[in-house]
C-alpha cells in the first residue's frame, strides 16, 4: 500500500531527500520507498553534469544500497555489470517481492538496444502467457533519471555457476536431457516467431531454483527478429556458430549450434571449442569436424583470415605453442562418451551448414531428447573403447535436482513500464561444494558472476560490434 505523497512530506524522513528529490517527488502519483538514509547523492537542479550528479563519467547510474529506484525499489545490491550497465538486486515495496533490475547506461547506443530488447521480451511475454517456454519473463520497464530500467523475475545460478559447483566434472546425460528439452522449448517459440537469440550459453540459462532442474533462457540483449538483424559480431566466441565466424549470412540456426556446445560442456565440464580468439577457434572447429566444404569457405566473406587461395586453413599457433589439426579427433573422442545417441545428438547441432542442423521441433522428436534408442543413425563415429562412464555412479548426489520448478510471483504492470537486455558481468554469487547435486546457493538474479580463467579472454558482444570480454551472466542477463 502506498504512502500518501503529502504523508511522505510531512514525516520526518523528508529530511532525508535531496533538494532534486524533493522537487522530483511530485511527479509520481505513489510513493513506496523513499530511501531513508543519510548516503543520497547531494544533486540539485542547478548543476546539470554528469545528471545531475548521479551518473559516472561513463554513464553509470551511481549505485547507492539502500536508496531507491522510482520510489518503489529498494536497492539491495549489484548483481553483475557490463558494457551496457548494471543488474541490481532490488526489493518491490509495492509487491514484497525481490526482483532484478537492468538499469542501462546513459548514452543513446546502449538505450537504443535495450529498446530492441523490451520488445522482444515484452513479445515473448505475450506469446507466452503461461510461461511454458522456460524464458525469462520481463515485468515491466520505466524510465528515472535519465536511465532506461528494466526489471524482471530474480532467479537462481545460472549453469555455469552449476558446472563449477560440480567441480567442473559434468553431469549425467539424464539431467542433461532435462535442460535439453526446455532449452528446446525456448528455441521452438524463438523459431516460429523468427527470433535469433544470438548469445545462447551457460550463462544465460538459469535455473528457477537452486535445487531444482527447472530452468529458464536469459538475455535477449543481443537477439533480433531474423529479418531485422542488425550485428555482425554476435555470440560469445566459445558459443560462436562458424557462418558468424566466417562472416555468412546467419539465421536461427547460429542457437542450435550454441545449443550443441552447451550440452557437450554440461557433459565434460568444459567448452567443447575453446579458442584463445577467433582463428584458434575456428581450428579448434576444424579438429573436430574438419574443414568445411568449399562451398561454405566461397561464401565466407572473412575466409582470407582462415584460409590460404587454395582452401586450405592458415596455420594457428595458441599460447601454449598448440597447433589443432583438422579433423584429427572425433566427437566421441573429445566427449569421452559411449553413449552414441547422447553423441549423435550433439553432432546433429554441430553441422558446418546451417540448413543441416537440427530445428527445435525435430530435435524434440530425437531419441536423446524423447528417451528411445532406437533407429539412430550416428552422425559421428562410433565412440572409443576408452570413453568414461556417463557419470551415472553420481546420480545419488544430482538426486536433489528435480523437475518442478519454482513459480515467481509476477509484479504488476505499470502503464509506462516494459523489458530487459544483457549483462558483461556474472554475479560474485559464491556456490559451496562439489558436489552433483545443485548446492544451497540463495536464489540469485537475472545475472551471474564469477569469471572463469579459460573465458578471461572471450571477447563478447551486445551492443556494439567491437570486442568485449566475457565474464558471465546471472537470471537473465548476459555479462559481457
Not at 33 to 61: C, E, L, M, V
Not at 180 to 201: F, G, P
Request: net charge positive; with cysteine; aromatic share 8%.
Amino acid at each position: 500500500m502506498s504512502n500518501p505523497l503529502a504523508e511522505v512530506l510531512s514525516s520526518q524522513g523528508v529530511a532525508s531527500l535531496s533538494d532534486y528529490e524533493r522537487e522530483e517527488i511530485n511527479q509520481y502519483p505513489a510513493v513506496y520507498y523513499y530511501g531513508n538514509i543519510k548516503d543520497k547523492k547531494p544533486a540539485t537542479r542547478d548543476h546539470s553534469q554528469f545528471n545531475y550528479s548521479y551518473d559516472d563519467d561513463r554513464g553509470d547510474y551511481q549505485v547507492i544500497n539502500h536508496d531507491h529506484l522510482a520510489y518503489r525499489y529498494e536497492i539491495m545490491g549489484t548483481l553483475g555489470k557490463g558494457s551496457f550497465g548494471q543488474v541490481l538486486d532490488c526489493r518491490d515495496h509495492c509487491t514484497g517481492n525481490s526482483v532484478a533490475i537492468k538499469i542501462i547506461r546513459n548514452k543513446q547506443r546502449f538505450h537504443h538496444q535495450a529498446l530492441v530488447e523490451i520488445k522482444i521480451l515484452d513479445n515473448l511475454k505475450k506469446w507466452d502467457p503461461d510461461e511454458k517456454h522456460h524464458v525469462i519473463k520481463m515485468q515491466e520497464y520505466f524510465y528515472f533519471r535519465n536511465h532506461l530500467c528494466i526489471a524482471m523475475e530474480l532467479l537462481s545460478i545460472n549453469l555455469y555457476e552449476l558446472i563449477k559447483a560440480n567441480g567442473f566434472v559434468g553431469f549425467s546425460t539424464n539431467l542433461i536431457r532435462r535442460f535439453t528439452t526446455q532449452m528446446l522449448s525456448s528455441l521452438a517459440l524463438m523459431r516460429h516467431h523468427r527470433v535469433v537469440h544470438c548469445d545462447l550459453k551457460p550463462e544465460n540459462v538459469l535455473l528457477r531454483h537452486p535445487a531444482k532442474s527447472g530452468i529458464k533462457v536469459i538475455d535477449f540483449g543481443s537477439s533480433c527478429f531474423e529479418h531485422e538483424k542488425v550485428y555482425t559480431y554476435i555470440q560469445s566466441r566459445f558459443y560462436r556458430s562458424p557462418e558468424v565466424i566466417l562472416g555468412m549470412n546467419y539465421s536461427m540456426a547460429i542457437d542450435m549450434w550454441s545449443l550443441g556446445c552447451i550440452l557437450a560442456e554440461l557433459y565434460t565440464g568444459y567448452p567443447i571449442f575453446p579458442g584463445e580468439n577467433e582463428q584458434e577457434q575456428l581450428a579448434c572447429i576444424m579438429e573436430v569436424l574438419g574443414v568445411p566444404d568449399k562451398d561454405i569457405i566461397r561464401r565466407s566473406s572473412r575466409q582470407k583470415l582462415f584460409f590460404d587461395a587454395s582452401g586450405a586453413p592458415r596455420p594457428v599457433v595458441n599460447s601454449k605453442g598448440r597447433r589443432r589439426r583438422p579433423g584429427s579427433k572425433s566427437l566421441a573422442d573429445v566427449l569421452k562418451c559411449q553413449d552414441e545417441v547422447f553423441i549423435d545428438f550433439i553432432a546433429k547441432c554441430l553441422m558446418w551448414d546451417p540448413e543441416r542442423r537440427l530445428k527445435p521441433a525435430l530435435a524434440m522428436r530425437h531419441p536423446f531428447v524423447a528417451g528411445t534408442r532406437r533407429g539412430v543413425k550416428p552422425t559421428s563415429p562410433a565412440p572409443t573403447s576408452g570413453s568414461r562412464s556417463l557419470l551415472s555412479s553420481s546420480s545419488s548426489r544430482r538426486s536433489a535436482i528435480t523437475d518442478t520448478p519454482k513459480k515467481v510471483p509476477e509484479t504488476p504492470k505499470k502503464p509506462t513500464i516494459s523489458g530487459p537486455t544483457p549483462l558483461t558481468a556474472r554475479s560474485s554469487h559464491r556456490t559451496t561444494g562439489t558436489g552433483s547435486s545443485v548446492p544451497p546457493t540463495p536464489i540469485a538474479s537475472t545475472v551471474s558472476g564469477g569469471s572463469r580463467t579459460y573465458r578471461s579472454s572471450q571477447p563478447s558482444s551486445t551492443y556494439s560490434l567491437s570486442s568485449r570480454h566475457i565474464s558471465g551472466t546471472v537470471n537473465g542477463y548476459s555479462v559481457r
